[in-house]
DNA sequence: TTGACAGAGTACCGAACGGTACGGTACACG
DNA sequence: CGTGTACCGTACCGTTCGGTACTCTGTCAA
């Protein structure tokens, strides 16, 4: 049985060679021009391919556009860590700031923006079918990699917190605050401007966490 | 030459009230069919008004679009208490949580969302002039009532921060998370749900930043 | 060699949309 | 009464886009 013959299954990641450099094409489009730049035929032109083969794969427009959100989560799957129970308090501060700057970068980047957008700018008062693809696919990875950290943060006596959910949109709350928001309505976010800004940014929201859950009184 | 013929209007209402009921039905057929139920010929049989004179009011479809988020915004003009500077703590932090609330259900009402999810979707690479709009004409107002309110409360001895800016940013992101982004998204976020847990996670919120700019300490 | 097949390229179709033009109507004003 | 004006309703035009069909070319296996 070829790949190609099942088509529009989205919990399907596995797409050929040549799909995958359609939907790099296609992605591409999407960051530089929004989604008005998204046309079959426009497509098609950028990937040197046809028409015909676009609606084979994909089915039919919508079909590229969940496809290109199942592609690109499935490209930026993190290394999930798996949570060691015990390290040093510094060595986890270490670890809560790395996953802090590779959430901003993830949501500060073009691709991530471009995909954010189109499936806000689709959803409507039902909801949105890219939309929930997003958050299965690209939110709750990060949101599961933050749990456990999290835990292993408490397994270590490092932080202290009966809700592990509670503490994570506490966190998420003090990283990424409206930026996300702004980011995507077209700001130019002073805070992501220089690698130092965005750094005592993270400082300051890391601090403020370890104020509220940290295991330690001040 | 001014086409306005209102001349004894509020300076702040810059549409007749034909204008206003039409720009009404056009953010009625937003909220309740995304961008794309935004058609010129829609909005004028919803209003009852002739395509010619959509285009002599707002110039062409844009207009329109930026003609409904500027009177949405002038529409929500919430009532900017003037920092009155001493209050008892227990006034402010009820006045704190009012903000609180008052922040989530704009946030979340369907006309905030519809237009955000449109303002984002227009945007791209450049800045969007739909999202320069929205954050000149809503975010400013919401995030200069804060700061007024922040204040008070530092010159009232309940807060205790250096910087303004940094205390607001902490607030929203302790109050909102990433609730705005998965609203918009489509998802049925269960802390907005009931009462209750509406009431609870303010409280939470509340709660935190008082531990973390509350004058007394823990 | 030949047949099957995947896929590129192109032409085409119908629908929808932005924008314009025009006729008809109600009303104000001199 | 005549004239101008604002505006509705509708018809119309050019363009674009999603989707389909058809032709042609390269590849591979028997």
Redesign the pocket.
């Known amino acids: 049985m ?1 790949i ?1 013959t099942r088509p529009h299954n989205p919990a399907d990641s596995a797409y ?1 060679d ?1 799909q995958m450099s359609v939907l790099e094409a296609a992605l591409e489009l999407l960051v530089n021009g929004g989604e ?1 730049a ?4 426009g497509i ?1 032109r950028a990937a ?6 676009l ?2 794969w994909f089915g ?2 919508d079909g590229i556009l969940a496809a290109m959100i199942t592609y690109q989560a499935s490209k930026v799957r993190v290394s999930a860590r798996l949570g060691g129970p015990a390290q040093s308090p510094q060595a986890f501060c270490a670890e809560l700031e790395k996953f802090g700057i590779d959430l901003l970068t993830v949501l500060a980047g073009p691709t991530s923006l471009a995909l954010n957008r189109l499936a806000i700018g689709q959803a409507s008062l039902d909801g949105s079918a890219l939309g929930k693809l997003l958050i299965e696919r690209g939110r709750k990875a990060v949101r599961e990699r933050a749990l456990v950290l999290l835990q292993s943060g408490q397994l270590a006596g490092v932080l202290r917190f009966d809700d592990r959910a509670e503490a994570f949109d506490t966190l998420y709350g003090l990283i990424v605050g409206d930026m996300h928001v702004r980011l995507m309505l077209g700001e130019k976010v002073p805070t992501l401007a220089n690698e130092a800004a965005q750094s005592a940014h993270m400082r300051q929201a890391i601090n403020n966490f370890y104020l509220l859950y940290g295991r330690e009184q001040i």
């Open positions: 070829n190609n050929s040549r008005k998204i046309t079959t035929a098609a040197n391919c046809s028409k015909e083969s609606y084979k039919d427009r």
